[in-house]
């Protein structure tokens, strides 16, 4: 294993809005031990819409989490902006999801005691900032929310919540959003409206998205796709069409020499 | 069915584990005190079958005056020397031993004061040899009329030896003796129990004791070798009559360690009263635990339902849970309560020296242990059983199964069983007689009961409006907004505590209420600058000379002094209090009193005055004659000469000073005492002090310095209370701590979803700390407000006794709130910690 030298890493800290090198991800011991991650590369660019996709077991989620900080990677280096996201502390974590991330989860995304406006809100309620009246606005716009944000989650269609949390999501201006399967819970329809309103906060707003999917569908909307098998990357797609997604699992499933070139 | 409740008690172990605590802490509560009490009880049943050993029959004389440990102590009756002499005649008897005994021999100690007791009598007797177990330890038995010998406990708490000069104080004033001997009992011991005892010559003792030369209190006969004490009782029961209780030896031990007992099985009955409210405490808990387990599970048992299940293996494999945990925390509370209650008789065994017999574990602490814990279990879990076989199998296949119930029924029939316990209360008040007590007690429960049906309404306004107070952060708005969302989970959490705290508030409404009262009469009504009167002191009235009198009037500076002799008579009958006053005039003016009828002046030989009360009451009016009979002399014929209307701390018989030579203590124990115009108050007062310096128990004190000392009574009271019912307190945080445990595990995924989005690890505490706040704040709240109702009632129905103020104690009440909340904060530790541990990962994943 090789460590990124410091010039390299300002040098690529201001291309990309989250990074990871040589991330080993390893559950267990001995017997029981599952490696889902094997020594990773990755860059995401600023200003991408990124997709990850691969078969169950493939690693994909583990990696949004690695990168995410939401969990501990065993050897390597994650990078969110310029922070390092390994070896930091709990506070130094909340302080960076306060800061530099915005989560959309598949489901669970919304507290049911708070009205929609609440959720969109209390991430930067947490944090103790204000909101930018200008950018709630637009946000709110972008998603349709506006004659809504008085109810509570209960009140609202699956879809609606998932348009609550993309704006929750958007709402700080993170310097990258990772969306957790968003739209794995709803039907195409509302799928379709939350992914184009992802897409769409992407081309207008520049806005950083990284999102797991195993859905050829939804990765489309996407600017570029990776794809995990076996804890490593062994594909990538620029420019994604639903079809050639499907090639490119389907080729996949094959079973391939792994680590060869690609 | 069966294998699969059990698998899922297991599964949820961690979270019976409060509830199971609380059956358990309820459970050792009441084992412990059976436990307890029969362990003292055997003890004494030992220790006077020990000090019966060598008497084969007892004759004693019945008590003049016979009333209950609630009104006082009897007086004690006399045989004559005669009687001694008939039972030494009878055949069989080869010796009657002639005892003198009394309570009220107070021995001054080393350091100038009256030796005290904390509730054992403290006997005064005559010298009898080395009987009865009795062992010299040093020197040897008095012989001299100013000769003692005193038993080891007395001699170790005085520090006094043999050679000393020590005066005691008996029914007379103080007398100086020598102290001649120190005795001790057979195996060791420093006395009977923690009785103190100062034996006299028998001619002193019979003076000083009994005021009556030649008299005993009981026979101890020894039967001739051969004869049996059953034919030698009843030889001797025909041959003095019906005038004595004629017992053999070991009848005698029983009937005497019977009264002791009496008083322990009180003391029992106190304790299970604790315990009963701790369990019923309990009760929501596990109630509360149970509904929430069965919501949480409420998946799982539709699939069961559309499987198959009937309804009764649901309500089965709740109850069986519930069983199963009744039984557990039966067993080790059992244990537990076999544990405390030892260690508690070891206690009480050091502390009063008595010899503690083994510990045992009485059928009563075995039948209660399990039948309240697995009963209290069994019963909390039926609501939630019953709603559980109510979940539809549909329900497995819904996202949120549980929509908010409305909670109409609820407030109704609150509002029912409330009104309902409120008008029971009310007529218990009210009514007089044996169902009073019952009465009271169903009310208060349906009050308790109908208020905490009603909390869950109450919930809602209320902490919204409490959470406002820590709305100024996130987290603290967050655990406003969590602790509003079930409010029945909230509402049954805090009625727990609202239990403890409403008896501890109404207790106290109660004790201020009565404080106020008789502070605001007698701050008005007492007129006297200094009151002459004595520390309360079990068994003894404490008295002074009264040949000071003359001296104290003397002093200068002292306007009068009214001097006031009070002993308990027989007035037709009914054992009452008799004062005796120097001037009666005197004492209308020092204590404001009001003539309703007939004369106020000195009563006359033969005369007595009496308050309205009793003078209704009995039925009297001046003119009509009472039969009055005083611990020593015959009854005797009083006429009423005048009525005075009762002041709320004055009232009864006056008799003039005739009555005095009749009282087992011929002395004044109350002087009420008027300054001269222009006094030196400081002056005057040393003067008087100076006067009482052989009584030492004897206080000069002004009218505040008196009322403090006289009503710091209730203050310990409510101590004592309040310690006790702590135990219900911690129950009730134990269902704090459960509530929230379960809510945190409840709302796994969201807490981890606010971690995601920022909510760090201290906030997170914060949150569930604001939570716990506010629901403890609210159960305080609803004490507070019950409580003071009861207190009210309390004061209303008590109006008759004097109660016409109703105090509520807003200093205490303050107290209650700050500790309420601290409790809160407390109970919030683990459940925070545990929330702020939730890994976010595994909070958030997919299922």
């Given at each position: 294993m090789t460590t990124a030298a410091p010039p390299l890493t300002r040098q690529r800290a201001e291309t990309s809005a989250a990074r990871a090198s040589q991330v080993w991800k390893v559950y267990g011991t001995g017997e029981a031990q599952v490696v889902a991650l094997r020594g990773v590369d990755v860059e995401l660019e600023r200003g991408r819409f990124t997709a990850i996709m691969g078969p169950s077991g493939s690693g994909k989620s583990t990696l949004m989490h690695c990168l995410a900080g939401l969990d501990s990677v065993s050897r390597g280096q994650v990078f969110v902006g310029d922070t390092e996201v390994t070896g930091l502390s709990d506070a130094g974590l909340t302080r960076l999801r306060r800061e530099k991330i915005g989560f959309i989860f598949q489901q669970f995304n919304l507290l049911p005691t708070l009205t929609a406006e609440e959720n969109i809100l209390l991430p930067l309620a947490i944090a103790g900032r204000k909101a930018d009246p200008q950018w709630f606005k637009t946000v709110i716009e972008t998603v349709g929310l506006g004659d809504r944000l008085g109810h509570r989650p209960s009140q609202l269609s699956g879809g609606q919540q998932q348009r609550v949390a993309c704006a929750r999501a958007l709402v700080s201006r993170p310097e990258v959003v990772f969306a957790d399967e968003p739209t794995g819970n709803l039907d195409s329809r509302s799928g379709a409206e939350v992914l184009g309103f992802l897409r769409r906060s992407v081309t207008e707003y520049g806005q950083t998205i990284v999102m797991v999917t195993h859905d050829a569908v939804a990765a489309s909307y996407a600017d570029r796709v990776i794809f995990l098998a076996d804890g490593q990357i062994v594909a990538e797609l620029t420019a994604p069409t639903p079809e050639r997604v499907l090639d490119t699992l389907k080729s996949l499933d094959r079973p391939a020499p792994l680590g060869t070139d690609l | 069915?069966?294998?699969?409740?059990?698998?899922?008690?297991?599964?949820?172990?961690?979270?019976?584990?409060?509830?199971?605590?609380?059956?358990?802490?309820?459970?050792?509560?009441?084992?412990?005190?059976?436990?307890?009490?029969?362990?003292?009880?055997?003890?004494?049943?030992?220790?006077?079958?020990?000090?019966?050993?060598?008497?084969?029959?007892?004759?004693?004389?019945?008590?003049?005056?016979?009333?209950?440990?609630?009104?006082?102590?009897?007086?004690?009756?006399?045989?004559?020397?005669?009687?001694?002499?008939?039972?030494?005649?009878?055949?069989?008897?080869?010796?009657?031993?002639?005892?003198?005994?009394?309570?009220?021999?107070?021995?001054?100690?080393?350091?100038?004061?009256?030796?005290?007791?904390?509730?054992?009598?403290?006997?005064?007797?005559?010298?009898?040899?080395?009987?009865?177990?009795?062992?010299?330890?040093?020197?040897?038995?008095?012989?001299?009329?100013?000769?003692?010998?005193v038993n080891v406990t007395l001699a170790e708490l005085s520090k006094l030896k043999v050679g000393d000069r020590v005066g005691v104080l008996t029914t007379k004033p103080k007398q100086m003796f020598t102290l001649v001997g120190v005795f001790g009992y057979e195996g060791g011991l420093p006395g009977q129990g923690p009785v103190h005892e100062v034996r006299f010559t028998e001619p002193v003792a019979q003076e000083l004791m009994l005021g009556a030369p030649g008299a005993y209190t009981s026979l101890s006969v020894t039967a001739a070798p051969g004869t049996d004490p059953a034919a030698l009782r009843d030889a001797i029961k025909s041959r003095l009559g019906d005038k004595y209780v004629v017992q053999t030896g070991q009848e005698a031990a029983a009937a005497i360690a019977g009264g002791f007992k009496s008083f322990l099985s009180l003391f029992n009955n106190i304790l299970l009263g604790f315990a009963g409210v701790a369990l019923f405490v309990g009760t929501f808990l596990i109630l509360n635990t149970f509904s929430i387990i069965v919501a949480q599970r409420t998946r799982e048992l539709a699939l069961s339902r559309a499987l198959g299940a009937s309804r009764r293996q649901v309500i089965g494999s709740v109850m069986v849970e519930a069983l199963a945990i009744g039984l557990l925390a039966s067993v080790l509370g059992l244990a537990a309560g076999v544990g405390v209650g030892a260690l508690l008789a070891k206690l009480a065994a050091d502390f009063t020296s008595i010899v503690l017999a083994s510990i045992g574990v009485p059928l009563a602490a075995v039948i209660s242990a399990f039948a309240v814990g697995i009963g209290v279990t069994v019963i909390a879990a039926l609501l939630p059983a019953v709603r559980a076989s109510r979940v539809p199998p549909v329900a497995a296949l819904q996202e949120v199964a549980t929509p908010d119930r409305p909670l109409t029924r609820l407030t109704i029939s609150g509002a029912v069983i409330g009104a309902l316990g409120a008008g029971a209360i009310a007529f218990g008040l009210a009514s007089s007689g044996d169902a009073v007590m019952w009465l009271l007690l169903g009310g208060v429960l349906a009050t308790f009961i109908g208020v905490s049906l009603l909390s869950p309404v109450l919930a809602r306004p209320v902490v919204s409006v409490l959470g406002r107070l820590f709305s100024w952060s996130v987290p603290g708005r967050l655990g406003r907004l969590n602790s509003g969302r079930n409010p029945r989970r909230t509402a049954i959490t805090a009625a727990a505590l609202m239990v403890g705290v409403a008896l501890i508030t109404g207790v106290n409404t109660t004790i201020s209420s009565a404080d106020k009262s008789l502070r605001g009469d007698a701050e008005t009504g007492f007129q006297a600058d200094l009151i002459i009167s004595g520390q309360e002191s079990p068994g003894v009235l404490p008295t002074f000379d009264e040949a000071l009198l003359p001296r104290m009037r003397a002093v200068p500076g002292i306007g009068t002094v009214t001097a006031e002799y009070n002993d308990q008579a027989l007035i037709n009958e009914e054992p009452s209090w008799a004062a005796a006053v120097t001037d009666l005039p005197a004492v209308v003016r020092d204590l404001s009193l009001v003539k309703v009828a007939g004369s106020l002046a000195q009563p006359g030989p033969g005369e007595v005055v009496v308050d309205n009360e009793n003078a209704t009451e009995a039925g009297l009016a001046v003119g009509s004659t009472v039969t009055v009979k005083l611990p020593k002399g015959e009854p005797t014929t009083y006429r009423i000469s005048g009525v005075y209307e009762r002041a709320p701390f004055?009232?009864?018989?006056?008799?003039?000073?005739?009555?005095?030579?009749?009282?087992?203590?011929?002395?004044?124990?109350?002087?009420?005492?008027?300054?001269?115009?222009?006094?030196?108050?400081?002056?005057?007062?040393?003067?008087?002090?100076?006067?009482?310096?052989?009584?030492?128990?004897?206080?000069?004190?002004?009218?505040?310095?008196?009322?403090?000392?006289?009503?710091?009574?209730g203050a310990q009271l409510l101590l004592m209370i309040q310690i006790l019912l702590g135990l219900a307190i911690v129950i009730a945080v134990l269902g704090v701590i459960n509530t929230l445990a379960l809510s945190v595990l409840e709302r796994t995924r969201e807490l981890g979803l606010l971690r995601a989005i920022g909510l760090s690890r201290a906030a997170t505490m914060r949150m569930i700390t604001v939570e716990a706040v506010v629901i403890t704040v609210f159960g305080v709240l609803l004490g507070v407000a019950v409580g003071i109702g009861l207190g009210a009632a309390v004061v209303q129905g008590l109006a008759d006794e004097g109660l016409n103020t109703l105090a509520v104690p807003w200093p205490a009440i303050g107290l209650y709130l700050a500790a309420g909340a601290a409790l809160g904060v407390l109970a919030a530790v683990l459940p925070a910690i545990r929330a702020a541990r939730i890994n976010v990962l595994t909070a958030i994943a997919h299922e």
């Open positions: - | 069915m069966l294998r699969a409740t059990l698998k899922s008690l297991l599964a949820r172990k961690l979270r019976l584990v409060l509830s199971g605590l609380a059956v358990l802490l309820g459970v050792m509560f009441v084992s412990g005190s059976f436990v307890l009490t029969d362990a003292l009880g055997r003890s004494f049943d030992n220790m006077f079958s020990s000090a019966m050993a060598e008497t084969d029959v007892l004759v004693t004389a019945r008590p003049a005056i016979d009333v209950s440990e609630l009104e006082g102590e009897s007086v004690p009756g006399m045989l004559a020397a005669a009687d001694r002499d008939a039972v030494a005649a009878v055949p069989g008897v080869a010796e009657a031993v002639g005892v003198v005994q009394a309570d009220g021999a107070r021995v001054i100690g080393t350091d100038g004061k009256v030796v005290a007791s904390f509730g054992p009598p403290r006997f005064g007797a005559n010298w009898t040899g080395e009987t009865g177990g009795l062992e010299l330890r040093e020197g040897r038995g008095p012989t001299a009329a100013d000769e003692i010998a004055y009232g009864g018989f006056i008799f003039g000073t005739d009555v005095v030579p009749g009282m087992r203590f011929p002395q004044p124990s109350f002087a009420y005492v008027r300054l001269a115009d222009g006094a030196d108050a400081a002056a005057a007062r040393t003067g008087l002090e100076a006067l009482l310096v052989d009584s030492p128990e004897m206080l000069v004190e002004d009218k505040q310095q008196y009322l403090d000392r006289e009503l710091g009574e």
